[in-house]
């Protein structure tokens, strides 16, 4: 299935860009619609590393050579590194606000794998012709769980669905409830839902079979199974949090399903090594398994979740001066937990709970991928990860600490998220990369200069240090400023949707 490009809209569209943010232009040549001159180019699935022009026609890439290339307007990308626009496979923030820091932040798609919706013709409908970036979800297993156990939609949900309706996230299924749940999220994947989306730690009610029918499902349809696995067990002795990620790897093993586990730092704390060794194994042994994390040392998640459910504190070894109230910055006590749990069970916090060392292993480690896990800006104090994600590996794990090198890293944000999805999505086998007939979706950065600015304290401020970014062929932002008035943003689909 091919996105419906109209070359016409998209050269119309970049013209107004371009003047829209004051340009001196000259009558564009006939031939391309833009050339980004004289970048370093950097390409990690062909391995192509070098000084080139790359020009742009119809919103995808016409040509890339080390000669200079005419005949169409120039962008100069000089002493600038030119590279595949960045790829979130974990953006809750699916909304104009989100969409422009993570545009900012050098994203060209954001896609919620995790928690997901249902059903997705609502997302796609929603953001239609509305979209800075592309964008897509997976089938929601709280959505689907809603609509059988509760008989409610997801459209009647927060913007945090892991805390609605907590009497229906801790009922169990019964074995035709079980079916019912994976059956409503298998149609999603066939209307265009990116896999299955499950959040196992905050649906406490969801047993083992549950989600092995869901696994099963997957094995058939080929879409990815993508999962915050379940919550840590107390017992230590049952090997915290091992179980819980062999529990997944085993019904990925034993249906066929793709797996990602998502964010392995925040899901391991002190116990990633051994989860990396889990994950490597199962790949050597066959098992179609690929993991994200996201470089900060605190998580973030709905203070109403099940994460704070009776035992939170001794599962994560931290309390309550941990926990940070977004919307004050103010670090809580037992009381203040307590009071906000009850009275604003949707808002997001922080929580300082992951060990440096255990960031810098899990954004390093040649296996794990980068993805945000931002999550919607409803206080404006949320996570800082929507904001800087890309841009803080970039410039604190690239530049100033040299513990990645530039096209691993690059990798990490554009290639590897790609292939986890292309096999479902022939949308994506045209992204992530920079060759002839690829989508044109570019990301140009100073490597001298990239940087996050959003910090705790002050969470939504957009990166800098990125020259341009591109979403099918069309300038989006330029020097730290989106470009108004454009949606070039399309809906990433399953192949199993009809077109
Ligand atoms: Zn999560």
Redesign the pocket.
């Known amino acids: 299935m091919r996105a419906a490009y109209s070359s016409f809209r998209h050269g119309a569209a970049v013209v107004a860009g371009l003047l829209l943010a004051g340009e001196a232009l000259a009558v564009p040549a006939p031939g391309y619609d833009l050339i980004l001159a004289g970048g370093r180019v950097i390409d990690p699935d062909s391995g192509r590393d070098e000084i080139a022009d790359i020009a742009i026609k119809d919103g995808r890439i016409a040509a890339i050579s080390t000669a200079s290339l005419g005949g169409g307007r120039r962008l100069d990308a000089r002493n600038m590194v030119v590279a595949p626009g960045f790829i979130d496979l974990h953006a809750h923030g699916q909304d104009p606000v989100a969409e422009r820091l993570q545009l900012l932040d050098g994203v060209t798609t954001a896609i919620d794998m ?1 928690i997901g919706t249902l059903p997705v013709a609502d997302l796609h409908a929603r953001m239609r012709g509305k979209a800075l970036i592309n964008f897509g979800a997976s089938a929601s297993h709280i959505c689907a769980r809603l609509q059988v156990l509760s008989a409610k939609s997801c459209a009647q949900s927060g913007p945090h669905q892991v805390a609605a309706d907590p009497a229906m996230l801790a009922k169990s299924a019964d074995p035709t409830q079980e079916r019912q749940i994976a059956d409503l999220m298998d149609r999603d994947v066939k209307a265009g839902a990116l896999g299955y989306g499950l ?1 196992i730690e905050y649906v406490p009610g969801a047993g083992r079979r549950e989600i092995f029918r869901i696994f099963q499902a997957a094995g058939k349809t080929g879409a990815p199974v993508f999962t ?1 696995v379940r919550s840590r067990p107390l017992d230590k002795a049952s090997g915290v949090p091992i179980a819980v990620v062999q529990e997944v790897i085993a019904d990925a093993a034993t249906t066929g399903a793709s797996l990602q586990i ?2 392995i730092a925040s899901t391991g704390l002190g116990d990633v090594p051994t989860l990396l060794e889990l994950v490597k194994g199962a790949q050597a042994h066959g098992i179609d398994i690929t993991t994200e994390a996201y470089p900060y040392t605190a998580g973030s ?1 709905a203070i109403g979740s099940s994460f704070f459910s009776d035992g939170w504190e001794q599962r994560n070894g931290v309390s309550y001066e941990a926990v940070q109230w977004p919307a004050t910055g103010e670090r809580l006590t037992q009381a203040t937990f307590e009071r906000y749990r009850k009275e604003q069970p949707d808002a997001a916090v922080i929580i300082h709970v992951i060990p440096s060392d255990i960031v810098d292993l899990a954004v390093t480690d040649p296996v794990v991928s980068i993805a945000s ?1 931002g999550v919607p800006w409803t206080t404006s104090g949320e996570h800082p990860r929507g904001a800087g994600t890309f841009a803080r590996v970039l410039g604190v794990y690239v530049r100033d600490r040299k513990l990645l090198d530039l096209k691993t890293a690059i990798a990490k944000m554009t290639i590897m998220p790609a292939r986890r999805l292309e096999k479902i999505s022939p949308q994506m086998a045209r992204k992530g990369r920079l060759a002839v007939g690829a989508d044109a979706d570019i990301t140009v950065f100073d490597p001298a200069k990239i940087k996050d600015s959003a910090t705790f304290e002050k969470p939504m401020q957009a990166s800098v240090g990125i020259r341009y970014v591109l979403v099918g062929g069309t300038l989006m932002a330029r020097d730290g400023r989106v470009i108004d008035g454009q949606f070039p943003g399309q809906a990433i689909r399953s192949g199993l949707a009809q077109p």
């Open positions: 995790e959040g915050h998502v964010h998640t896990d």
